[in-house]
């Protein structure tokens, strides 16, 4: 029997040394992800519905719950790479304290520049495509000014006239005829400052008239607004829309002070009746959080009424019984039969695809999961973060010390169950202040 799916495809030594790497310093892989995934499979149908329903020129909200090591963070990535390949253009950050979604101090424009830090698309998967965003939608408007006998000036304002009715659109499209009148002059630098303006890294509106002749910049008011001038723009270059990844939402869960978090919620608010009414267009957005940032009522998402009914549960979908047509996808746990699967699959990403360099039989697999459910039960497979450390460990020393015997080695694995290193929420609630930058952070 072949238990193992990907056995047929070689996978390159890069991509190989990538995914181990990550996976023993127990962070997320950022390629090869269908080389180890499992599972998952209404999940990813679930996204794949919305992605396509954005790309068709719709948008949607989705909250992915799960607990600590379900998979969230891996889980985002997946889905990020769905959207690529579905010709999406990507953004994707994580919360912390000092990036938000809503802020008066900074925290959401920082947040902007993360995501536009992280800009991926099919060419560039890896973060950094605003440039070549930009580019393409100038060489197509300089494509169709060929074709039209008009001027290229002429079609791109006339292209970007639509964004001007959006707030901030008119900068924006300023901003992006910038860029062009360095492309025709070969101003490297104007070509640049107009990056870093669509980037959200101007912190200062005087730099960015000096440099631009423009008077607004990205700011913590404007987050949401440029999302959404994003992602008519990304379609107008010839993509077929944007998703907004944003991971670690817990981090709007332990803002102390109640203003600045019921803030954030009121973005999330704003963001989701956008999607479900259908007034923004080719957008999307994935929030991943922990069931407490969802479910409490006291700093939850479940503590703003409006969200609360919004993100109620489907009362019929219990017991068993699914629905994925609201906004929370909850992750389900791995099962031990997904976690076998991931071991294979772990085997053979180690072996780069060649099942004759396997270091374990079929029944070394078993043995190991008899080995992690010994020592913490059926942790191993559900959060299972700690065990595919281990699971690498093992076959690194096997790999390394070709006479070893397995089930020798194997009893001398020490696996510990992962733990959620974000402490208990804080009873108390942050009193006398209503300043949301003076909130502290008890971690
Ligand atoms: N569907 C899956 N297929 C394969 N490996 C997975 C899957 N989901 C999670 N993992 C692995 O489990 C571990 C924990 O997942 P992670 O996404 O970091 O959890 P979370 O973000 O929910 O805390 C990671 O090593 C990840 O690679
Ligand atoms: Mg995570």
Not at 129 to 157: C, H, L, N, T, Y
Request: proline share 4%; charged share 25%.
């Amino acid at each position: 029997m072949n238990d193992t799916p990907h056995a047929a495809t070689r996978i390159r030594p890069r991509e190989r040394d990538a995914i181990l790497q990550a996976l023993r310093a127990g962070v997320v892989p950022r390629v090869g992800h269908q080389h180890i995934q499992v599972g998952r499979l209404a999940e990813v149908s679930a996204m794949l519905a919305d992605i396509i329903r954005i790309a068709d020129g719709g948008a949607g909200s989705r909250f992915v719950i799960g607990d600590y090591g379900s998979g969230k963070t891996f889980f985002l990535h997946l889905v990020r790479s769905i959207a690529m390949e579905k010709r999406l253009v990507t953004v994707h950050a994580d919360l912390s304290p000092s990036r938000r979604l809503h802020a008066t101090g900074g925290q959401a424009r920082s947040l902007y520049a993360e995501l536009m830090r992280n800009m991926s698309t099919r060419a560039k998967p890896d973060g950094g495509a605003m440039p070549s965003v930009v580019e393409r939608f100038v060489s197509q408007a300089m494509a169709q000014a060929r074709d039209s006998g008009q001027s290229p000036k002429a079609i791109i304002r006339q292209r970007l006239d639509s964004l001007s009715e959006l707030t901030g659109g008119y900068d924006f499209a300023d901003v992006i005829a910038r860029y062009w009148q360095g492309h025709d002059d070969g101003n490297e630098q104007l070509k640049n400052d107009a990056v870093r303006w669509l980037r959200g890294e101007f912190t200062n509106k005087t730099e960015a008239r000096q440099a631009l002749g423009v008077r607004t910049i990205v700011d913590d008011h404007s987050f949401y607004d440029h999302l959404k001038l994003l992602s008519r723009f990304v379609e107008m270059a010839g993509y077929d829309g944007l998703l907004v990844c944003l991971d670690e939402m817990v981090n709007l869960y332990k803002l102390a002070n109640t203003q600045a978090r019921n803030a954030n919620y009121e973005q999330i608010l704003r963001i989701l009746n956008d999607s479900l009414q259908g007034s923004a267009a080719h957008l999307g957005f994935v929030f991943a959080g922990t069931p407490q940032f969802l479910t409490d009522t006291r700093r939850g998402l479940h503590s703003y009424p409006a969200l609360q009914t919004r993100l109620a549960e489907n009362t019929f979908a219990r017991d068993g019984l699914v629905d994925y047509s609201g906004p929370v996808l909850q992750l389900a746990n791995l099962s031990p039969e997904d976690f076998y699967v991931l071991l294979a699959n772990l085997r053979n990403v180690h072996a780069a695809g060649d099942p004759a360099a396997y270091l374990l039989p079929d029944e070394g697999l078993h043995a190991f999961m008899r080995h992690c459910a010994d020592r913490i039960g059926d942790a191993y497979f559900r959060t299972p973060r700690n065990t595919v450390k281990a699971f690498l460990d093992l076959l690194a020393v096997l790999e390394q010390n070709p006479g070893q015997d397995w089930q020798t080695l194997l009893g001398t694995v020490a696996i510990a169950a992962d733990t959620n290193p974000d402490l208990e929420p804080f009873d108390d609630e942050a009193t006398g202040n209503s300043d949301d930058e003076l909130a502290t952070f008890r971690l």
